[in-house]
């Protein structure tokens, strides 16, 4: 079994920044990619931030340049430092966990989910 958490949403005013964080815990081998997704209300879950194969790294065109993702495998945690934010940013943001678990077997984890919230 393994558990996302995420932390460190808020409310936060146009232009200011925040920084998210997840971690992954549990009868975790190894995780491969750690993501950032967000929904706002009445629209469908998109894409913010992945790495994938190693240190690469995928943005949204709608945040690149202002969202930084980060990570450190020793604590199998994923960090989106978020600046500049815009009222559109405005969303509940989830981190995606993918690896192998003690048993080998592969793993594919939500979190809850953080929200964030750009407005003055």
């Known amino acids: 079994q393994v558990r996302v958490v995420e932390s460190g949403g808020g409310l936060v005013q146009p232009g200011g920044s925040l920084r998210l964080s997840c971690v992954a815990s549990?009868?975790?081998?190894?995780?491969?990619?750690m993501g950032w997704y967000r929904q706002a209300p009445g629209k469908q879950r998109e894409f913010v931030a992945t790495?994938?194969?190693?240190?690469?790294?995928n943005y949204a065109d709608s945040v690149k340049g202002r969202f930084t993702i980060s990570r450190d495998n020793a604590k199998n945690t994923a960090y989106l430092q978020m600046n500049s934010l815009k009222p559109e940013d405005t969303a509940v943001y989830y981190c995606?966990?993918?690896?192998?678990?003690?048993?080998?077997?592969?793993?594919?984890?939500w979190g809850q989910g953080t929200q964030v919230t750009v407005s003055s």
């Open positions: 549990g009868s975790i081998l190894s995780t491969n990619g």
């Open positions: 995606n966990a993918v690896g192998l678990d003690r048993w080998r077997m592969t793993f594919n984890s």
């Open positions: 790495f994938s194969s190693g240190d690469n790294t």
